[in-house]
């Protein structure tokens, strides 16, 4: 079974950039999709980016609307790890972040995915 354990996140003045990881042990599937979420005290867990992967589609990206041209998600396949790097971070990106993990195509809906990292807290000063 995969496992999925993150690190960075910290605290971070808005316009700053922090860079998130997510290293996935464990065999994956032929096709799966990994993303990153996050929740906010008080709000539902909300999709930020995310990418599949199949033998023979290879790697796709994608993004909320809110990360779109400040956020980019990449794939290390060597060190199987997904990474998130976050720039020009505003108090509204302040929450939990999460890495998920599920076989088979691509969700933005938290519910599908069935392997949760820890989460890693990424806090925005004003």
């Known amino acids: 079974q995969v496992q999925l354990v993150e690190s960075g996140g910290g605290l971070v003045q808005a316009g700053g950039s922090l860079r998130l990881s997510c290293a996935a042990s464990?065999?994956?599937?032929?096709?799966?999709?990994m993303g990153w979420f996050r929740q906010a005290p008080g709000k539902e867990r909300e999709f930020v980016a995310g990418?599949?992967?199949?033998?023979?589609?290879?790697?796709?990206?994608y993004y909320s609307d809110s990360a779109k041209g400040r956020f980019t998600i990449s794939r290390d396949n060597a060190k199987n790890t997904m990474t998130l790097q976050m720039n020009n971070l505003k108090p509204e990106d302040t929450a939990v972040y999460y890495c998920?993990?599920?076989?088979?195509?691509?969700?933005?809906?938290?519910?599908?995915?069935?392997?949760w990292g820890q989460g890693t807290q990424v806090t925005v000063s004003s």
């Open positions: 990418l599949s992967w199949g033998s023979w589609s290879g790697t796709s990206l």
């Open positions: 464990g065999r994956t599937s032929s096709s799966y999709a």
């Open positions: 998920a993990y599920k076989s088979g195509g691509f969700s933005r809906t938290h519910q599908l995915y069935d392997l």
